[in-house]
């Protein structure tokens, strides 16, 4: 085993240092596995930072939990309560979160963490042999524009509040901070919501153009980024290039909806329209110390804790629609009872980042606000994810319609938020401008980086 010095980096990019034995087989890399930046040689370490970022996705921080729980939580309107005994979350149901918050915080650091994993992947492509080059940039390309794209979300103003040319977003890094004199590299102001968007657009362009059609699951492919492409593309208003984007992976035909709403969730492994998932193992998994989508959102009876009781009715769904049902009664730590998303019921089970029941509805609701046809009618895609639940079938849409179906059949996903702000719609008493719907920048980066300017209301 290599023996590496370890770097000490005080700020937002801390690197995870560990020895790394070598690996014979260039992509077969072990999740999890790190090495020191500073000491990519070969191949191997290269694809060994790439799994690094991977493995950082699963973070609580990131898609285990944070990156889903904290927009449902802002966007919450009587579907779902938080009941648990941990003030900071219900902080941010109450949109009451402070510039202190350890979540806040630990969304930003575990965000530019990973991202610094593929900046270094991206850094020392010129090591990795042709064969694999455009998969291992691709997939770390794909990993920055999902990150800086929720990054943006979470902590600037929505692309539909205009002024993207100087509303401020996170600060975009596109350098490896490996060591102290690379600091100069990181302290940097926020970019704005526009420079963040268009590297996103870049970096995710470039993915969908050089990836494989198909891969192991929890890794990207070409329509991974299309799919994620389809969801920048309608934050920005773009609906023909949203609808183009998600018809590149509807009519791949790569992927069915599961032949029932609930084989769609708590998979061992990717259901038949999973198109980027995080895969949790007991080895790997978000839902111990008290984190994780599962921990939260399931009862005591299936080990959770049970601290985010649902209100499927207040959506609503129709008589005899099997989202509508997709609940159970149990009790949670702190004493409360009622019911609970089935979502999100069982441990050690894939977290689904995107999904083809999105992709059908983002192909209605473009194509109709487009004006356009591009792979089909509206209302076929609407009826196929409703009569995949058992809902009656409709005989005309809208935009309102699609997005209404959009919000009950994304419920618990993390969607409503973004759906919201883009359509300038208001939560409860809440603009989809307010300050209290975007996060702080964390107390520790100002006080660490003098040229972050602080968010409104904070």
């Excluded at 590149?248 to 969730?265: M, N, R, W």
């Excluded at 980042?353 to 109709?368: D, F, K, P, Q, Y």
Aim: aromatic fraction near 10%; charged fraction near 20%; hydrophobic fraction near 40%.
């Amino acid at each position: 085993m290599k023996s590496y010095k370890k770097y000490v980096i005080p700020f937002l990019l801390a690197v995870s240092v560990a020895g790394l034995p070598a690996c014979n087989k260039k992509l077969d890399v072990e999740p999890g596995s790190y090495i020191v930046p500073g000491q990519v040689q070969n191949e191997s370490d290269v694809s060994a930072e790439l799994m690094g970022a991977y493995a950082n996705l699963q973070h609580y921080n990131l898609y285990g939990e944070r990156a889903v729980l904290i927009p449902d939580l802002l966007a919450a309107e009587n579907e779902l309560s938080f009941e648990g005994t941990f003030l900071p979350y219900r902080q941010f149901q109450d949109k009451s979160q402070l510039k202190t918050s350890g979540i806040a915080e630990g969304i930003w650091q575990r965000g530019y963490k990973t991202i610094n994993n593929v900046n270094i992947v991206i850094a020392n492509i010129g090591l990795v042999s042709a064969d694999n080059k455009k998969q291992i940039e691709g997939e770390a390309r794909f990993i920055r524009g999902l990150l800086y794209f929720q990054l943006c979300n979470l902590y600037g103003l929505p692309y539909s509040a205009g002024a993207v040319a100087t509303n401020p977003a996170v600060p975009l890094i596109l350098d490896p901070i490996i060591a102290q004199e690379d600091l100069p590299k990181a302290n940097q102001a926020r970019a704005s919501v526009d420079a963040i968007h268009k590297q996103v657009l870049l970096d995710l362009q470039f993915a969908a153009a050089n990836l494989p059609e198909a891969a192991d699951n929890g890794r990207a492919t070409k329509y991974a980024a299309s799919a994620i492409l389809s969801r920048v593309y309608m934050a920005e208003g773009l609906y023909k290039e949203a609808a183009e984007a998600a018809n590149d992976v509807i009519e791949s035909g790569a992927y069915t909806l599961a032949s029932s709403f609930d084989k769609a969730f708590n998979n061992a492994t990717n259901s038949t329209e999973d198109v980027f998932a995080i895969q949790q193992t007991n080895q790997s998994n978000a839902g111990t110390v008290d984190n994780g989508l599962q921990t939260f959102y399931a009862s005591r009876d299936f080990g959770g804790r049970g601290d985010i009781n649902v209100d499927l009715s207040v959506l609503p769904y129709a008589a005899g629609d099997d989202r509508k049902t997709f609940s159970y009664e149990g009790d949670g730590i702190a004493g409360n009872s009622g019911d609970y998303s089935a979502k999100w019921k069982q441990q050690y089970k894939v977290y689904t980042v995107v999904r083809l029941g999105e992709l059908l509805l983002t192909r209605a609701e473009s194509n109709l606000r487009a004006g356009t046809t591009v792979g089909a009618d509206p209302l076929d895609d609407v009826n196929a994810v409703r009569k995949r639940s058992h809902a009656s079938v409709l005989t005309a849409v809208t935009p309102d319609i699609v997005v209404q179906e959009r919000i009950r059949e994304l419920a618990f996903e993390g969607d409503k938020l973004w759906t919201y702000k883009r359509l300038k719609k208001s939560i409860g008493t809440y603009t989809y401008t307010d300050n209290m719907l975007v996060l702080p920048v964390p107390q520790r980066e100002t006080d660490a980086n003098t040229k972050l300017t602080q968010n409104p209301g904070y």
